[in-house]
Structures are given as structure tokens and as C-alpha cells.
């Protein structure tokens, strides 16, 4: 079981970025993949879940509008679209992964997940 994010960087407000997760060991339908991220103080906020292949994206209201998150299962694959950045955007990003379907109140929970991605930073600059 392994997931990687990557894709983080530098960017100006206002501006986009693409996050990867490539995602191991979550072939079942049934898997549940997430977003979170970590700025420096904070606690871990969740972002967005697909709680199993047929379901769709859920969103926190932080996100919700301006994030979009889509799966490929074919490229074993989560992908992050983050536009209209602001400065308090950034943080570290994390894609994490469980085996079971979560119900939605649990998904952007991130005591819900066993599974880590090693992280990679998002600086928005103002």
C-alpha cells in the first residue's frame, strides 16, 4: 500500500495548481481516498473525499467552488485541481487512504484513514 502526492509549488494568489496522488493497493471499488492539508500550527483539515469508484467528490466548505478532486482508477491515479489560490491556502498536502467505503459525515475525518502520503507543500504568495 503506498500513496505519493506531488505537484505542489509556489504560486501566486489568484492563481491554480494540479496535485497527484498516485495511489497502490486500493484497487477495491469500495476504497476511500481524501485530500487533507496542514499548515504550520493547525490541526490536519480535510479537504475533499471519494468515498469508493461510484461515488462522488465531497467537499469542505473551505474548498468547496474553487478545489476539485477526480480519481482515476485506471492510472491508480487522485488528482487535486486547486484554483483561485489565496494565501491561506498554504500548507502541506496530504492524500491518505482507507479499504473500506467510509460513510460522508466520516470521510473528511482524518482519523478515518490508515493510510499516508508523505506530503508536499503549497506556498501561495500574496
Known amino acids: 500500500v503506498q500513496l505519493q502526492a506531488s505537484g505542489g509549488g509556489l504560486v501566486q494568489a489568484g492563481g491554480s495548481l494540479r496535485l497527484s496522488c498516485a495511489v497502490s493497493?486500493?484497487?477495491?471499488?469500495?476504497?476511500?481516498v481524501a485530500w487533507f492539508r496542514q499548515a504550520p500550527g493547525k490541526e490536519r483539515e480535510g479537504l475533499s473525499c471519494?468515498?469508493?469508484?461510484?461515488?462522488?467528490?465531497t467537499y469542505a466548505d473551505s474548498v468547496k467552488g474553487r478545489f476539485t478532486t477526480s480519481r482515476d482508477s485506471a492510472k491508480n491515479t487522485m488528482y487535486l485541481q486547486m484554483n483561485s489560490l489565496k494565501p491561506e491556502d498554504t500548507a502541506v498536502y496530504y492524500c491518505?487512504?482507507?479499504?473500506?467505503?467510509?460513510?460522508?459525515?466520516?470521510?473528511?475525518?482524518?482519523?478515518?484513514?490508515?493510510?499516508w502520503g508523505q506530503g508536499t507543500q503549497v506556498t501561495v504568495s500574496s
Open positions: 491518505a487512504g482507507r479499504f473500506t467505503r467510509l460513510l460522508t459525515y466520516m470521510c473528511l475525518d482524518p482519523s478515518s484513514y490508515d493510510y
Open positions: 493497493g486500493f484497487a477495491s471499488a469500495s476504497s476511500s
Open positions: 471519494i468515498r469508493s469508484f461510484t461515488s462522488g467528490p
